[in-house]
């Protein structure tokens, strides 16, 4: 198996300067984590004081839900704190959780980076698509169908599989045991609400962003980084687009600088807030012609995404 190519941050930087820039921090990868959460529990009581304003709130909130998973992503590489263990419970207990799992996988990716043993290859492979293609996408994204085949399509899978006569309790007890966290969240956020009257709070406040805004804007996300990019591409410099975002795009489809993802693949162990410092640096050298960045921001990638002809066109 080839790995794929790698930068080395000498070529680019001065050792002064890459140190700079590699440095960690002992508090901003957790001041960046209590904004996320001040941020979510900011837009809940909007909605508790003007309930018109909950498909805000539901964007605002699944933005930060994504927020809460690239922070997590930055504690898989050790971004996130400086005392790795300090940056592993973090990233397991402040993020939602997932990242003992996540950490080989995410890896990996980076290991063979559009290469045919990348394990996200399969998110970018059929780019482009025609937009019908693209549309319908979306709307299962919004209208919470991916998030049901996500969370509960193998349940659904081991119940139609079951022999006849085998119970149900042990299949339901084992997916209770695999969402105990999940669940156990909603039981403490439901039991807090209760007394005020907002019995509703998890899974309209929580679960509602999670199910339609957050799997939209993954995909987008998705789609920038990875999307019409050459299988097996050889540079390093090119196996990762780099998107630039306006402010509406960071604050709902693109927060902490998860658009920076082409210098993120050259230097996969920065913390997410150096990685605007390192594309001014680069672009200062000039570095970023040969890199893969669209200045034309979300639209303009999802337009290169959904660049193939609906086959009605070609027929005209």
Known sequence: MAAASRVDPKTYFAPDQWARLAAHSNWRGLALLAHAWIVILAAGAMVVVWPLTLPLAVMIIGGRQLGLAILMHDAAHGALHRNLKVNDWAGEWLTGGGLARYRPYHLTHHRFAQQAEDPDLGLSAPFPITRKSLRRKLVRDLTGQTFFKQRFGDLVARLKARKPGQPVLPILAEEVRRKRRWLLGGVVITAIGLPFGAWW??????????????????????????????????????????????????????????????????????????????????????????MLVEPGGYLKVLSLAAGKPDRASVTA
Do not use: S
């Open 201 to 290: 709070a998890w899974p309209v406040l929580w679960v509602l962003p999670q199910a339609t805004w957050y799997p939209m804007i993954t995909r987008l996300r998705n789609i920038a980084e990875h999307a019409c990019i050459a299988k097996d591409e050889p540079d390093p410099l090119r196996h990762a687009r780099t998107t630039r975002a306006n402010l509406i795009e960071r604050a709902l489809l693109a927060p902490y600088y998860v658009n920076y993802h082409c210098e993120h693949h050259m230097f996969m162990h920065l913390p997410c807030y150096q990685l605007p410092h390192a594309h001014r640096a680069l672009a200062k050298a000039g570095v970023t012609k040969g």
